[in-house]
């Protein structure tokens, strides 16, 4: 079994930042990327940011310049920090692993996100 598991949500004023955090954990063998996806009301998710085992950062258009992701290998987390948040960031944020298990197996995991909303 894989758990991600994420905190640092909330209700934050624009321009403000938050800090997003997430933690796997569970019978892993080798993560190879970690990252962020969000998903507003009425629309599909998308990706936020994303980082792989070998330090390959992918930024959305959308947040670049803005947000910055970071990933500890040995605790396994990854963190988004979000500066100049603006209204449009509002969403339910989504953590997200490619992970190889004890058993062989590679695959997708998810949170259970965690709700940023931006408004003053």
């Known amino acids: 079994q894989v758990q991600l598991v994420e905190s640092g949500g909330g209700l934050v004023q624009p321009g403000g930042s938050l800090r997003l955090s997430c933690a796997a954990s569970?019978?892993?063998?080798?993560?190879?990327?970690m990252g962020w996806y969000r998903q507003a009301p009425g629309k599909q998710r998308e990706l936020v940011a994303t980082?792989?085992?070998?330090?390959?950062?992918n930024y959305a258009e959308s947040v670049k310049g803005r947000f910055t992701i970071s990933r500890d290998f040995a605790k396994n987390t990854v963190d988004l920090q979000m500066n100049s948040l603006k209204p449009e960031d509002t969403a339910a944020y989504f953590c997200?692993?490619?992970?190889?298990?004890?058993?062989?197996?590679?695959?997708?995991?998810w949170g259970q996100g965690t709700q940023v909303t931006v408004a003053s």
């Open positions: 980082i792989t085992s070998g330090n390959s950062i």
């Open positions: 997200y692993s490619d992970i190889r298990t004890v058993w062989g197996k590679r695959a997708d995991y």
């Open positions: 569970g019978s892993i063998v080798s993560i190879y990327v």
